[in-house]
């Protein structure tokens, strides 16, 4: 992973300065995976939004700690908030 770079507008969280990107530094070695894991965070994210309609404490709980496991999984410190 790499830290970003003082001057050239990324600031170290990830968000892009000049222009509001997020920027996501990923080891290349996870690069193949990434299309697949974000399709799944997308459905677990929507699987949350109903869970919270339906203040389904126990699928937000899970769903929390699965999401937040596998952003390391990823090497991601964001996700593991």
């Known amino acids: 992973m790499n830290n970003a770079i003082k001057g050239n507008g990324l600031h170290p969280s990830g968000f892009d300065m000049r222009n509001g990107a997020i920027v996501v530094r990923i080891d290349k070695a996870l ?11 997308r459905e677990d994210v929507q699987k949350l939004r109903r869970a919270i309609a339906d203040k389904d404490l126990e699928t937000i709980r899970l769903l929390g700690h699965s999401m937040k496991g596998s952003g390391g999984g990823m090497d991601s410190k964001e996700l593991q908030k």
């Open 31 to 41: 690069k193949n995976l990434i299309p697949s894991y974000l399709d799944t965070r």
